[in-house]
């Protein structure tokens, strides 16, 4: 049943399950398997040793070795998810074995057609992606201590060793850190559906809502610190010539101007056309759409035709939570903004300014992991070069637009509230200036 039936006056409160999120570990997999059933083993034999294939130059031809298996034999969503996982290493250190030269045209059947209707079933995209990489390969050391930094692993590995795992955890980290935003989050469109509720003139209910609201912003926005603090952590371990030349490379997606494969690459047994798919990327993470939907940062078209198309790598259930929740009548920022609440305005623009943070994080990120080592490696000035993503983005225009526009989003909020008190502030002179005319008038009668 839908959580989110619209009575035409309110939505119901949200019901994360429904969604397939947790309160505990966010959009993460909770509790991922690490094996498939035995028939399942030669997937798991390649998956756990792409790293060293990858480095030996030995994955191509295990992988024409490798047996067509019957994916139909998977049953529900945790071996699903594994065996998207296996099947999309496999696919992605095939192709970006060798770099970009010698790049194959065709992925063999055996990985093809299962990750293919794999990727069907759970409404994702048949490339390895952040669903896989930043959601699913991810495990505990010790499994009864912390989600922490020192206490995750992933369970398989591209190469780069210590320092591509540490990407991973940064990246398992951050998401993690997002659980913390969604109880505030079901709670502020809670709030904000019994806001519209109340009588105009109940203001002792709406004060007393207000100050709830205030609180719930408090919680989202500490885990939005909470993100952005994980982020700075990506400098302890991982030097920027690994992430650029060694981890990167097989975030390549297949089709697209400028790559090894413009016009994609053939699933054998799938399709005889090739097939065009962006690589994986952070903008497929649910975060911080949900984060921009619900604190109402507005896009470009442009821009939002890119969050949509990011959108298309998300599960089936997180797309669904984000559509639902632009969906919804009730609008925080409609509410900040009409309320001239002095506390609550505070409250909103400090959580914008953490995603500010968390963008201005990430672009110092992008800018020592990519921008730099491109500018090494190219001996041009890092300006000048047309970047892309490997999510397909023109990157610097995109990330620096994004972060714009939550700063717009911040004054927004205060403009209206100084708007709001000039205006006030106008009308009690002129309403001050009639009655100090009419006294004197009356004065002047008598
Ligand atoms: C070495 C570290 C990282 C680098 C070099 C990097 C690079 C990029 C690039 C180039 C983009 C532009 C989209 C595209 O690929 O076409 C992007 C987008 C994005 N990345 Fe990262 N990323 C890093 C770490 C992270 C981490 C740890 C997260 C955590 C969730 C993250 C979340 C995002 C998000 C949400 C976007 C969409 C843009 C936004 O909403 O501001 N990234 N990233």
Do not use: E, S, T, Y
């Given at each position: 049943m839908s959580s989110m039936i619209h009575d035409g006056l309110a939505d119901l409160k949200i019901d994360l399950n429904y969604y397939h999120v947790s309160n505990k570990t966010g959009f993460m997999l909770d509790h991922p398997l690490t094996e498939l059933p035995a028939y399942f083993k030669p997937w798991e034999n390649i998956a756990s040793s792409v790293a060293s294939l990858i480095e030996r130059r030995e994955l191509r031809n295990v992988v024409l070795k490798m047996p067509l298996l019957d994916h139909n034999k998977l049953t529900g969503h945790r071996q699903l998810r594994l065996a998207h996982l296996q099947l999309a290493m496999i696919a992605s250190g095939y192709v970006w074995q060798d770099g970009d030269v010698n790049v194959p045209k065709v992925l063999p059947k055996s990985v093809a057609v299962p990750l293919y209707y794999i990727s069907q079933h759970l409404g994702i995209q048949p490339i390895l992606s952040n669903v896989d990489l930043a959601l699913a390969n991810w495990n505990l050391v010790?499994?009864?201590?912390?989600?922490d930094f020192d206490n995750l692993a992933c369970i398989y590995h591209l190469p780069g060793g210590a320092e591509s795992d540490w990407f991973f955890i940064v990246n398992f980290m951050a998401e993690y850190n997002f659980a913390k935003c969604l109880e505030p989050m079901v709670n502020i469109l809670e709030v904000l559906d019994n806001y519209q509720k109340l009588p105009v003139g109940d203001v002792t209910q709406r004060d007393r809502i207000v100050d709830r609201l205030v609180k719930q912003l408090d919680g989202l926005l500490a885990g939005i610190l909470d993100m952005q603090y994980s982020l700075t952590?990506?400098?302890?371990?991982?030097a920027g010539e690994t992430f650029y030349k060694?981890?990167?490379?097989?975030?390549g997606g297949w089709g697209g101007e400028g790559g090894p494969m413009p016009d994609g690459l053939v699933y054998e047994g799938v399709s005889e056309n090739p097939l065009k798919f962006c690589g994986n990327t952070g903008a497929q993470s649910s975060t911080l759409q949900l984060l921009d939907t619900l604190l109402c940062v507005e896009h470009d078209q442009e821009k939002r035709d890119t969050i949509l198309l990011m959108r298309m790598y998300m599960p089936t259930a997180h797309k669904r939570l984000i559509e639902d929740i632009e969906n919804r009548k009730h609008k925080l920022r409609h509410l900040v903004t009409s309320s001239h609440v002095d506390s609550l305005t505070e409250a909103y623009n400090k959580s914008l300014s953490a995603v500010v943070k968390f963008r201005t994080g990430h672009l110092q990120l992008v800018t020592k992991y990519v921008l730099m080592p491109a500018r090494k490696l190219t001996q041009d000035n890092v300006e000048n070069l047309d970047l892309k993503g490997t999510g397909g983005t023109n990157l610097m225009p995109f990330l620096k637009g994004l972060k714009q526009d939550t700063l717009d989003a911040t004054t927004f909020a205060q403009r209206r509230n100084t708007y709001f008190g000039l205006t006030f502030g106008v009308l009690v002179a002129v309403a001050a200036s009639v009655a100090v005319g009419l006294v004197v008038r009356l004065v002047a009668k008598k």
């Open positions: 010790d499994h009864k201590g912390p989600m952590r990506m400098h302890d371990k991982l060694v981890i990167r490379p097989f975030f």
